[in-house]
Nanobody, 115 residues
Framework: QVQLVESGGGLVQPGGSLRLSCAAS????????MGWYRQAPGKEREWVGH???????TYIDSVKGRFTISRDNAKDTVTLQMNSLKPEDTAVYYC?????????WGQGIQVTVSS
């Protein structure tokens, strides 16, 4: 089993920045990749981005150039740096970790972009 704990969410004004962190513990050797989803009110959960164990990243088009995912393998932590935030980025953000045959989820953390 793998446990994921997110931190760093909150309220920010449009154009501002936030950094989310996801700390993994447990059977971390089973992890083959990590990333983030988000779910806005009244909408389906949406994939945001992913980082592989070798550091390759991919993103949904709407966050390219604004969001950056990085991974600190020594600390077993994945970070989502969010810049130039927009009101439409408001959502609950979920960290996930892939393993062969399944996925682990964090509990989610609220990000609100509003003036």
């Amino acid at each position: 089993q793998v446990q994921l704990v997110e931190s760093g969410g909150g309220l920010v004004q449009p154009g501002g920045s936030l950094r989310l962190s996801c700390a993994a513990s447990g059977n971390i050797l089973s992890i083959i990749g990590m990333g983030w989803y988000r779910q806005a009110p009244g909408k389906e959960r949406e994939w945001v981005g992913h980082i592989t164990n070798d550091g390759t990243t991919t993103y949904i088009d709407s966050v390219k150039g604004r969001f950056t995912i990085s991974r600190d393998n020594a600390k077993d932590t994945v970070t989502l740096q969010m810049n130039s935030l927009k009101p439409e980025d408001t959502a609950v953000y979920y960290c996930y970790a892939n393993r062969i045959g399944g996925v682990y989820w964090g509990q989610g953390i609220q990000v609100t972009v509003s003036s």
